[in-house]
């Protein structure tokens, strides 16, 4: 079985649009494929697909009722069965340990040809885990300067996510990198290739074993929403960075024009494959499931686990994080603008958006720490 997991470093890019209907090409070729919608919290996965809402999904699994092949139903499209993501779980960033440990197992177990799995938006690790169940996982993003930007900085924070998995916590390599990100400034000014020069001078085994991994990661680049030919050199600039600053190879899978027609197959519950089939958007995506049906499945080996530590989850590192995710926005922004991907301009209006969301997050993380306060004063056990 081959597993796509579709991601993207920030929503409304068409990542579901692909999802559900990559789904609904490789199942007309004849091969069994599971849609599972990973977005828990916010799914709707399902009006994509064209479905009503399963009245049981993951989040009913996870909890503890029915078993996982219950939540398999079968969809209305020949060979495509569909897990929904309901709301039992409010969002990926609260799954413990043994949830997503168990979840994996039960996708490994699936019997089918393609497992396609709609993540949720953003970087939080977790969806990064998730993401590196495969080293052929699909990032969707779009020609605007701040979806090209968090494309880029997504497939940095996976190929670090993929450093951490790498390294055993009790390594060289491993305390090597735990002392580097106290200090994220001097970790983000280490290109990749270089980084790996320093952990090899350390701990020369496992330096050869995440370059073994990074070599295997193929992840694919999608362009959607472009309206212009010259939209579509954006992907181009994402692949030299990644190339010379992470010292990884990506496949450009393709690119899917912007298309009216989607609003009026979405308002009819029709997935655009099924409503014009012979619309550009839906031969863009045939034409990505052709690429992905002659593709060889790819796995980064039994050595390989994605990492999950529980504890950095908690709120109260939430400010922390969000001062980490800053540093890395503006890491990922020189890189860009190093490689011509970003004007001076397109520099500043960027700049002044991330300031506003990260205010955002302290205010919100300031709001949610004093109601735990409060609840503790209560009598509540936090």
């Known amino acids: 079985m081959q597993i796509i997991p579709v991601a993207s470093g920030k929503g409304g890019v068409g990542k579901s649009l692909l999802s559900a209907n990559l789904a609904i090409a490789l199942g007309q070729a004849g091969k069994k494929v599971v849609l599972a919608d990973l977005d828990l919290g916010a799914s ?3 009006l994509v697909l064209g479905q009503q809402a399963p009245k049981q999904g993951l989040g009913t699994w996870l909890t503890g009722r029915g078993d996982f092949n219950d939540i398999i139903i079968k969809s209305d499209y020949e060979n495509v069965y569909f897990i929904a993501g309901d709301s039992e779980i409010p969002g990926l960033s609260t799954l413990k340990a043994p949830q997503k440990n168990k979840l994996i197992k039960a996708f490994k177990n699936i019997d089918a040809d393609y497992l396609v799995i709609d993540l949720g938006a953003g970087t939080h690790q977790i969806i990064l885990d998730l993401f590196l169940l ?15 930007l968090n494309g880029y900085l997504f497939l940095k924070n996976a190929v670090f996510r993929l450093m951490h998995s790498s390294f055993k916590s009790s390594s060289p390599a491993a305390k090597m990198l735990t002392k580097l990100r106290q200090d994220p400034s001097t970790l983000q000014r280490l290109y990749v290739p270089r980084l790996i020069d320093t952990i090899r001078k350390v701990d020369p085994e496992n330096a050869d074993k995440f370059e073994k991994h ?14 212009d030919p010259k939209d579509a050199d ?12 992470l010292g990884l190879d990506i496949e450009h899978l393709g690119i899917m024009y912007r298309d009216s027609l989607e609003d009026k197959a979405l308002a009819s519950r029709l997935p ?55 540093e890395l926005k503006m890491a990922g922004l020189q890189d860009l603008l190093g490689s011509g991907a970003l004007t001076t301009g397109e520099l500043i209006e960027t700049v002044k958006t ?4 990260l205010n955002q997050v302290r205010k919100e993380n300031t709001l949610l720490k004093s109601k735990l306060v409060k609840a503790v004063q209560q009598g509540f056990k936090i």
């Open 214 to 227: 990074l070599s295997t990661f193929r992840p694919r680049l999608i362009m959607n929403m472009i309206e």
């Open 44 to 46: 709707n996965l399902h």
């Open 354 to 357: 991330m300031q506003y969301e």
């Open 234 to 245: 954006r992907a181009q600039r994402i692949r030299v960075s990644c190339n010379q600053y």
């Open 272 to 326: 655009i494959v099924v409503y014009k089939p012979n619309c550009i958007l839906s031969q863009a995506i045939y034409r990505i499931a052709e690429k992905i049906l002659t593709s060889e499945t790819l796995n980064f080996g039994d050595d390989f686990t994605p990492s999950f530590d529980s504890s950095s989850y908690s709120f109260e590192q939430a400010s922390e994080e969000a001062e980490e995710d800053f």
């Open 134 to 148: 495969s080293p052929q996982g699909i990032v969707v993003t779009a020609p605007t300067v701040t979806a090209t």
